[in-house]
């Protein structure tokens, strides 16, 4: 008997909140008209600015600051937007992977999974260009090549990876002019 009349209070409790917020604020219509305008506007604007995917080592990399200083300046000349993916690893487990070699299924391979879930990110938000610092050339030879297939340039710098991989590998400190180059080249 006590079960059954919670179940009712409950039932009755829930009728009433469903019944009082449908009555409170503007016409459900007007509402989803204009949200929906909003959005529209956003993908618009976000449709004519480029995008510049960066995606760096290791979190706790001093030259972080200075590569994405150097990417914001060359973003901003262009007219682009930077997107930039940090890989939540220390510089340490980024370099033991970046020397891996052979079999991957023993290792701690944090590092080469994030920029590769990052990679596909990138090529899932439409990025116009993706640049990468790699933790190992190797094991991202895929998903670059793959990001490459579908249309957008990349850039390796710091670490060499396969020539199918990338269109043009650059020394970090070129790095974010390459690609404005690459960038300019595709508008």
Not at 50 to 65: H, K, R, W, Y
Not at 101 to 113: A, G, K, Q, R
């Amino acid at each position: 008997m006590m079960k059954c009349s919670v179940r009712k209070y409950f039932l009755i409790l829930s009728l009433i909140f469903l019944g009082l917020s449908g009555c409170a604020g503007e016409k459900p219509g007007r509402v989803k008209e204009d949200t929906g305008q909003a959005m529209e506007a956003e993908q618009a604007v976000k449709a004519e600015e480029p995008v510049i995917g960066l995606i760096l080592a290791s979190e706790d990399a001093p030259e972080n600051e200075e590569i994405i200083s150097q990417f914001r300046k060359e973003a901003k000349a262009a007219g682009a937007r930077l997107e930039v993916r940090i890989p939540e690893v220390s510089r340490k487990d980024a370099e033991e992977a970046a020397g891996l070699t052979e079999s991957f299924v023993l290792c701690e391979v944090d590092p080469i999974e994030f920029q590769m879930l990052f990679v596909n990110e990138m090529v899932a938000e439409d990025a116009d260009v993706i640049a990468i610092l790699p933790n190992h050339g190797e094991a991202l030879e895929p998903v670059l090549a793959a990001a490459r297939a579908v249309g957008i340039p990349v850039c390796a710098f710091g670490r060499d990876v396969g020539e199918e991989s990338c269109d043009l590998y650059a020394e970090t400190e070129e790095a974010a002019a390459a690609v404005a180059g690459l960038l300019e080249k595709r508008k």
